[in-house]
């Protein structure tokens, strides 16, 4: 998918023929886990959300198929894609389901953030406190703080 990106365009030329493989990948083997995953690499918003949506229903129907899928990465996929088109709620939902089945994950930014969008600064706090660790990185330590004064800063006004 990546073979002819063109950095100074920011375009891949190939990309139509990439997709066209892909969809035609799909219909020979549409039930096949690997592939259906991989698909979610490159479906945004609505489109994400339907076909994770298809794969996690087939995957109550089919758990032994299924069984060797990480399905935190599946969820923290759909987190985004509901964040993408502002189901702010679904988003926080998802993305606490994939902290729940990874918990060296962190996605408290972004599920502050969400929460913040919601008007819930108490919930936003308490998942950046949560997840404050002094190895986190310099940058994201900064965010965090930044946002916590931002969260406190609202609460009180």
Partial sequence: QQAYYNDIED???KE??????????????????ELLVYKTEFAY???AITLIHRIITDSEQNPEK?????????YEKLANAYSSVDSMSMSI????MAIKLNDTLDLSISLARQYQTIKQN???ISI?????DSTNSGWELSQKGELLL???????H
């Fill in 16 to 33: 139509d023929e990439f997709n066209t493989y892909l969809d035609s990948l799909t219909k020979a083997f549409p039930d096949d886990p």
């Fill in 93 to 96: 939902k998802y993305g606490l």
């Fill in 66 to 74: 299924w069984k060797h899928i990480a399905f935190w990465k599946l």
């Fill in 11 to 13: 375009y891949n030329p």
């Fill in 122 to 124: 108490h919930k936003a």
């Fill in 150 to 156: 931002e969260l406190a800063f609202l609460i009180k």
């Fill in 128 to 132: 950046l406190e949560k997840y404050l």
């Fill in 45 to 47: 918003g609505d489109s």
